[in-house]
């Protein structure tokens, strides 16, 4: 892998604009686009964590917020849901994808200021998005809210990320690809490939099927964004944090090479799954079933993978913030996909599909996995780009605590509402409202952390902030410095 | 294998581009099915009320497909626990599904409950029932400088549109409670008879009950039902929980005092019963226990009264019967209550007595107008009539 170099030792980058600097020059400094990434994800978690804060307190007392039409209960949900995806996530993984594609090429991104201006105008898109949705206008398919324009807006978006990701690797002076950039590969291929056909983009203004062939297409796109962008993009952050933070080489290429085509095969073939008691074709719940439960294979060989390059280093993940994150995620990935095949196959969906387990999952997935995991990926590109240690220690592990207790008590609290809202409706006569109350003191409870989560959020501007314009300068660039920017 | 920029991005696209033909390009190149028994082009009221649906996220919490386990969905019973099939779907661009289920399924909500539940409901669910947790829609309404409200196009589309959901079965129970609808309006706003006018909540009480609109109001009410006698002993017990169950469902629509001017009120129509006439609570014609259990039971078809069966058992339908009984005596206003000094026992008036002789006609004689609903074949084998369901 390359080694860090030149860029941490660039005066200018200070991480917000120099004084007297044009906008212009500041975004051509090297990793600028990336960092640039990393903040405004920033911005959008600690936004649109606390949209979903707002919306789980409308299943406490649905009358808090009552009658101001954006807050509606369907229209913040869907602004949260969309902002956390494709403002916090997404920007956060284009962010840091910037930074390891030029790592691994051992070459500045092809344009940074190309990289800049998809910046802004992502989140150009991203106010669109959230104010299109609070009005109201809406496709109406999960995952595939956003309006016909904002979809050619984002394809067109997607589009120069990828080209400048591509130009990036064409232009590399490392002649072997590492198992990142695999998977950047693969999900700059796939994700505007999916989201064109998940979001019919050829039939404006609807933007879907007749019939109901639309939820099955809703689906594949529905678990794409999840299998072959978020997992796909996770994974890859991943394999490039843990082996660069504890300096040690991934345990085994084979591995790698078998979970990377594994998982374009079997992630591609489970959208089904989420339809699975639909009056859709049998053969594709079928194939859905099979393919998610073979999905152990991408999951145990890139478990392995990561567990055995941590063999001899988890007493690092005390020393670094980053690590720590990481590592998590990694971890709640694993708890992700061993729930994932049992709820894919008939007898557990009967039970829990519906329920509150299902948004349990989700949340497990994007927040314990890979908001974790990108989070750490911000607390190392930030401080190790700018060459800054990261301003407060004490704040991100308290953010990390704050996180991890938060999502535990959102987590386990929806797991148990989940099953007993399954048992009710499965077991009783009772109608929808009476099982309600039976699982309201886990929403609240569900509130209670989620708010510890938002918290968390926050923090994380705040302690970005302070790291790019006082955090202490790193003295020396050599070797472990890098990894102590991230770490002490 | 040697992984270079360009072999993967070619296998990357060969490998999910071939299982994209098989789960994506496979079901709409073979998989077309008919419009189903029930599927029907929407008008385009319903068309724009479904667009409505969709803006506010009703789907996020409302599925729209019926599993076999579901027979306890809105409508399901009515349609004999049919099962959702893929032609259902035929005419709807946009499947809203729906993946969660934060209230009941939807896709048999046609007709389950009158227009002006839906009013009340829509500008807010606790009206109708305190328990709910959907948002309040109040902004699809617009407020007159009197303050009052009057419902936007878009509400009454979206209204519309739910009145059609389950497609022609919607339809065929939207028009029976029409028709029902009609049989109240009748028997109550027909002169001359102010004390039914009373009884159905209309402020000003009046003199005499009028016989042929008696009869129509019996007839909603099954004789086996009318004259059940209360199997659960009035007692403090009773009462008591009886209160409770009151209070945490109906007084959204019969108030806090019992009188029917809950906030539901000013939507419906017929108004909410009034439970606060001692005269009436002791000798009337629709509050013979058993009369009041079947209306809880069950619900009242063209009203907005609602069947509480599935979230109540028999005992607690005859605790909050029992507890009916002493709202005139201030058993719901006094903090302290009820207590058994204010508990009425019911018998039938005189004219009550006379009327029941009379053998039961439905629909009344007074009610030419309404239109019987023909049974469907949906009904066929239930063994209690329509009429008599309420
Ligand atoms: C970065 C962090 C987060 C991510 C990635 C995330 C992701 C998601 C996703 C994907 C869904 C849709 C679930 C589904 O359709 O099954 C969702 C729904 C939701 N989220 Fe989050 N979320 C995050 C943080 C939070 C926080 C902090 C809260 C606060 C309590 C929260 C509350 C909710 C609520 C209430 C819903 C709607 C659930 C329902 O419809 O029943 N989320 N979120
Ligand atoms: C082995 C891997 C996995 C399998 C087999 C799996 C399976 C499932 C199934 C069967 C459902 C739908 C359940 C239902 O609605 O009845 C589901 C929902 C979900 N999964 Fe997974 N899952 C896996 C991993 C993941 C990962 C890695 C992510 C995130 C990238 C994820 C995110 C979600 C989300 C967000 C939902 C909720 C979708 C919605 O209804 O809005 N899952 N998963």
Redesign the pocket.
Known sequence: MASPTGSIALPQATGLRARGQSLWDAWSVPHSAARNFIYSATFW?ALT?TM??V??TE?VDPDLFGGIPWMEFGRM?SM??NG??FL??SMGYAGAFFYIISKLSGRPLYSERLGNITMLLWNIWGVALILTLGAGLTQGR?YAEAIWPLDIMFLVILGLIAFNIFMTLASRVEPRLYVSAWYIIGAMVWFPNVYAIGNVVWNPPYGSLQGINDATWNWFYGHNILGLWFTTGGVAIAYYMIPAITRTPVYSHLLSMVGFWTLGLFYTMVGQHHLLQTPTPGWLKTVATLGSISLFVPVLTFITNIFMTMRGNWQKIYESVPLKFVVTGVIFYLITCIQGPFQATQGFNRLIHFT?W??GH??LA??GA??FILMGACYYIIPVTLGRRIYSIKLAEAQFWLMTLGFLG?FISLQIAGLIQGACWMTTNHSVYWCLTAIRPYLIA??VS??L??SGGWIQIYNLYKTATAGQYISSVSGPAAADAGGL | MRMTLGSTAVGAAIVVFSVIFVVVAMPVLVFHPRPSDIAEPYTAAQLHGRYVYMQNGCF??HSQFIRPQDWNQPGVEDSNGRVAQAGDYAYQQTAMLG??R?GPDLSEEGGVHPDDWHLAHFYNPRFVNPKSIMPEFSYLWTTNSDGSVTPTTDLLDLIAYVQNLGGKLGDERYAEQLSQKQLFANAILAPPNPQIQALYGVKDPGAQLGDTNQKALISVVPQKFWDLLDPVPADDRSLIDGKTIFVTNCIGCHGVKGNGQGPADQFLNPYAYNFTDANNMAHGLSTSPGSLYEHILYGIKGTAMQPFGQDLTVQNIWDVVNFLYTIPNGGLTDPSGPHMTQYIQWSPSAELEDLLKVPQVSPASGTTSVATPGPSAYRENNPIPIVVRG
């Open positions: 978690v964590d979903g804060l919306t789980s299943f949900r949260h849901v956390v995806a916090w996530l999960e509150q299902i948004i989700a949340h994007l927040l890979f908001t959102f569900r509130s989620g708010a989560m938002v | 996020y919490c993946q969660h934060n």
